[in-house]
């Protein structure tokens, strides 16, 4: 039995017919093809798969598809607008927030979201905002570089 | 020339990673993929009585389903490394087989393969796989593994050992400890780790009947090993019908150097089934079956005399080695940690001796760092008991015992007692900086003031010494190692003068495509744009060995440099016949070829062009302008430094708070520092880990307790303060960057200095000794125990 679903994804509109336990990071990733979200565990810990759903930052591996029925979404894939980089992905380039990049995409949301609710974020409140997105290859001392860059570009 | 190399260039490859556009191994779709799922033992010893594949067979969507009826005619996967016994008998070596048939032997341990046409059909029909189990009693814990009547692993291997092995000098060890002052010792477990790269491993196998060609898609940090182990030792294809791709792979920290069952499997089904197999593990199988890291039950002493100089070391560790040896796994306890008890202090006796041994766990192998924390950490928790004891300051007993420093080159390198020559130093250089930086004094005076108010504030040392590139080939053959420590590059310049260069060694996180571009921009005048760099595919790059022991740019980046020197030879002698000129009044600088004291001039494009186009060209060279270069370095290379770590603990909580970190690292010449920097704060993470948090615990049914994230932690980013980095440079004398390496040197530093720290902070309760993973229920419980006492 499968359900039909009306998701908008980065700007386009896509609709699909999906098996109701079909996770949402799995809908993104085989069905769409945006690999751009990664899946890191299976506890809901790491904070890989993190995307946004109508603005706020969700672990797509805790929701399912259908549940993003007529929601908006935003992926790694769609923070850039027409090649332009957005200042949090200039700021973990210019930092060097990423080595793998694997934990990078789920970062880069929790990040986004952090800045929509605090502008000017000192490094205890960064820290505590990607509590729930793990990095091993940083220690993330970067990754807090780079968010500090961000806050500061967007505030310019 | 000069111009990038030193400078923090911003990463070349970034642009894929935070647009979203990497591809890593399960990103790869290809057309008929099929998926497996991995059965996997649910004990830790038990006799597999019995499979039914028939319910399984039926479920929807399934194609295949394999035991380990259907491969015992495969080989199992072989060690890469062979450490005998001390009295010469080879190390055991039993089969490990890539689906087991008769008893498995860990939690994890492959038990069936089933293919579906998707992931859920396959788990799905994982339940439906009827296995009968006799259960049996486990060991785990490797000390207990080696007593008279523990259960045995497998059945050939008497008391579990799989070697003994020891180096140094046992009777000047003895006499030194005999004639001591003061001798300090300390029991205990260098606790078994976790990787947990952030992907989860990943393999795809193809098989192209038409071609008759495999090609392997696989998360590893070395495919041309994989690929010849595959091919030569395990399912016995031809090497040349084989292609391994290790596409972008999100982080390995050693667990994903080694050949692993899943990647055979996927590659022998590939060929049964007739389509593409992918298998990406579940993290909850990542725990399992990733080989695990450290696990080491050790006895050291350190003997002292009056004035707190070392005069003895003496250890004794029996190393895990797990359920089967894993690909580098004798090497980790032996030549990676025996080999590395001189430290940096001139001790002039040591002895060492291992036992290696099967237990009812996951494979144990190379971890970051893998050896060198765990000695390491003896040495320095050593030192520091030693200054405690003789009340002597922990700078100032490490102060008199460092080994004088030397370049290599004036000075001879420093033979040590237990088998290595290392190759230039300068620590006390590293320790007065961390010092300076740390403003030590008034440190130590703020930690007065605060123990008067009641709070508990430690400052902990940790001066280490690392080996990376082990080499040369030859001497590592005659240490065991089944494969020789290269590296391969080759440069290829194209008609127009842009370069690509091929790279044996891989990128998982360390940013190659960036460094070794500066590389080749600096040394041939190109712009960085020009530069191409290509790795992790075999049918690309030269046969190569690799990332790992941080290797790459010590003898990767070597073997593309003396690559780019053929590159400027040849093209000086171009330059020359079209400058109609004397190679040797040539000067070679910024791209251009320059007749010395003239303007006549060629540039690097046009050099180039000539070699692909020679109408007028040297008479009888070769047309073309590319080179293929192996490079097998002199000797080992050894980064070293100071790290200090301030902590404060609550004792009300046991809790334990990083203040500040202080990293003094010397890892030769830099290339560049923003790269040399990421590396240093990840491994400083990953050992504060191991200090504060992390820990596989069994049962003593050989259950894994943590066994998920949330039951095993790593670091988070509040937990973790912004690591103070600075840097010496002593330049690797023998190779010719003078680079040392930078990947591991955090990993092998910071628990030793953290966990140092916390018990400088505790002394005054009259805490002596504390057992990792410091989490606050056992600081805590320790308060409490020597409070009662
Ligand atoms: S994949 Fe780990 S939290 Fe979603
Ligand atoms: S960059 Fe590798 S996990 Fe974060």
Same mark, same amino acid.
């Given at each position: ?43 809901? !810990? ?111 | 020339?000069?111009?990038?190399? =030193? ?33 996997? !033992? ?106 008279? =009547? ?27 400890? @005999? ?75 050693? !667990? ?7 990647? @055979? ?184 003031? @605060? ?100 290797? !790459? ?56 062009? @000539? ?12 047309? =073309? ?165």
């Amino acid at each position: 039995m499968e359900i039909p679903i009306k998701v908008t994804v980065n700007g386009e509109v896509y609709e699909h017919r999906v098996e109701p336990r079909m996770l949402l990071v799995t809908f993104l990733r085989e069905v769409l093809g945006l690999t751009g979200t990664h899946v890191g565990c299976d506890t809901s !810990s790491c904070g890989a798969c993190t995307i946004l759903m109508d603005g706020k930052a969700v672990k797509s591996c805790t929701l399912l598809a259908v549940q993003a029925d007529g929601a908006e979404l935003l992926t790694m894939e769609g923070l850039a607008r027409n090649g332009e980089l957005h200042p949090i992905q200039e700021g973990f380039w210019r930092e060097h927030g990423l080595q793998c990049g694997f934990c990078t995409p789920g970062m880069i949301m929790a990040a986004y979201q952090l800045l929509e609710e605090n502008a000017s974020p000192d490094e205890k409140e960064i820290r505590r905002a990607l509590e729930g997105n793990y990095c091993r290859c940083t220690g993330y001392h970067n990754i807090v570089k780079s968010v500090q860059y961000a806050a500061k570009k967007i505030n310019r | 020339m000069g111009k990038l190399i =030193g400078e923090a260039v911003r990463r070349v490859e970034d642009r894929r990673f935070i647009t979203g556009k990497a591809t890593y191994t399960d990103d790869i779709k290809l057309p008929g993929m099929t998926y497996a799922y991995i059965v996997r !033992s649910p004990y830790a010893h038990a006799r597999i009585q019995q499979i039914d594949t028939s319910r399984a067979q039926a479920a929807p969507g399934v194609i295949a389903v394999f035991t380990g009826e259907d491969v015992k005619d495969v080989n199992g996967l072989p060690c890469g490394w062979q450490v005998n016994f001390r009295n010469g008998d080879t190390m055991k070596e039993p089969k490990h087989p890539l689906l087991v048939a008769d008893k498995v032997r860990h939690v994890g341990d492959n038990v069936a393969m089933i293919v579906a046409e998707s992931r859920e059909q396959a788990k799905d029909a994982a339940e439906l796989l009827d296995i009968e189990y006799e259960v049996l009693d486990a060991v785990t814990d490797p000390a207990k593994a080696i007593e008279e =009547g523990a259960p045995l692993v497998h059945e050939d291997v008497p008391r579990n050992i799989c070697f003994d092995w020891e180096i140094g000098d046992k009777a000047k060890t003895d006499k030194a400890f @005999a004639d001591a002052d003061h001798v300090v010792s300390l029991e205990f477990r260098n606790q078994r780790l976790v990787p947990n790269a952030i992907e989860p491993r990943s393999a795809i196998g193809v098989y192209d009947a038409a071609r008759d060609k495999y090609t392997l898609y696989t998360s590893s940090q070395n495919p041309h090993l994989i690929r010849l182990l595959l091919c030569a030792f395990v399912l016995g294809i031809p090497e040349h019908k084989v292609r391994v791709v290790s596409p972008d792979v999100g982080g390995g920290f050693g !667990s994903k150097i080694f050949h692993y069952a899943e990647e @055979a499997l996927v590659t022998w089904a590939a060929r049964q089934v007739g389509r593409p197999i992918k298998w990406t593990a579940e993290r909850s199988e990542s725990f399992v079956t990733d080989a695990h890291g450290r696990d080491h039950v050790t006895r050291a002493e350190m003997a002292f005399d009056k004035k707190g100089k070392i005069v003895g070391l003496r250890v004794s560790t029996v190393a895990n080695m797990g359920a089967y040896l894993s690909t580098f796994a004798p090497a980790i306890p032996t030549y990676l940690h025996g080999t590395l008890l001189q430290g940096v202090y001139d001790t002039p006796a040591i002895y060492c001796e291992i036992t290696a041994v099967f237990t009812h766990t996951t494979p144990v192998d190379a971890y970051r760092g893998a050896g060198r924390p765990e000695a390491t950490y003896l040495l320095e928790r050593l030192v520091d008991t030693g200054a405690r004891e003789l009340g002597m300051d922990p700078a100032e007993i490490r102060r008199i015992n460092f080994i004088p420093p030397f370049d290599g080159v004036k000075q001879p390198g420093y033979q040590t007692q237990v088998a290595l020559q290392y190759d230039s130093g300068n620590y006390e250089a590293t320790l007065n900086r961390a010092l300076e930086i740390i403003g030590y004094h008034q440190l130590r005076h703020e930690q007065e003031e @605060a123990r008067k108010q009641g709070r508990y504030l430690g400052i902990g040392f940790s001066t280490y010494i690392e080996a990376c590139g082990i080499a040369p080939s030859a001497v590592v053959g005659a240490l065991g190692a089944r494969a020789g420590l290269y590296e391969s590059s080759v440069v290829r310049v194209q008609p127009t003068g842009k370069v690509t260069v091929y790279t044996g060694s891989h990128a998982h996180g360390q940013g190659h495509e960036t460094t070794f571009a500066q590389i080749v921009a600096d040394t041939l005048g190109v712009p960085l744009e020009d530069v191409e760099v290509v790795h992790g595919d075999t049918e690309a790059v030269p046969f190569g060995m690799g990332t790992y022991g941080s290797r !790459s740019l010590a003898v990767g980046g070597s073997a593309l440099r003396k690559g780019l020197d053929k590159v400027i030879e040849k093209g000086t002698k171009i330059a020359a016949h079209l400058l109609e000129a004397a190679e040797e009044d040539l000067e070679f600088a910024d791209g251009e070829w320059t007749v010395k004291g003239t303007d006549k001039k060629i540039t690097f494009g046009e050099v180039a062009l @000539a070699a692909y186009v020679p109408h007028n060209f040297p008479e009888g060279m070769e047309p =073309g302008l590319e080179f293929s270069t192996f490079y097998d370095p002199a000797n080992f290379t050894f980064p070293f430094g100071t790290h200090i770590a301030v902590v404060e603990v609550d004792p009300e909580t046991g809790k334990v708070t990083l203040k500040r970190y202080v990293a003094v690292d010397d890892v030769g010449t830099v290339i560049n520092p923003l790269i040399v920097d990421g590396q240093v704060h990840g491994g400083i993470a990953q050992g504060i880990g191991q200090a504060l948090l992390e820990e596989a615990v069994y049962d003593e049914n050989g259950e894994l307790l943590a066994s998920s994230f949330l039951e095993y932690a790593i670091p988070r980013a509040d937990d973790l303060v912004s690591f103070e980095v600075d840097r010496t440079v002593t330049p690797c004398p023998h190779n010719p960057l003078g680079v040392k390496g930078a990947g591991e040197t955090g990993t092998i530093a910071s628990t030793a200095a953290v966990v140092n720290a916390v018990i400088d902070a505790l002394a005054p309760l009259g805490i002596k000794d504390l057992q990792m993973p410091l989490t606050p229920q056992r600081v805590w419980q320790a308060i409490q125990q020597v409070q009662a006492s």
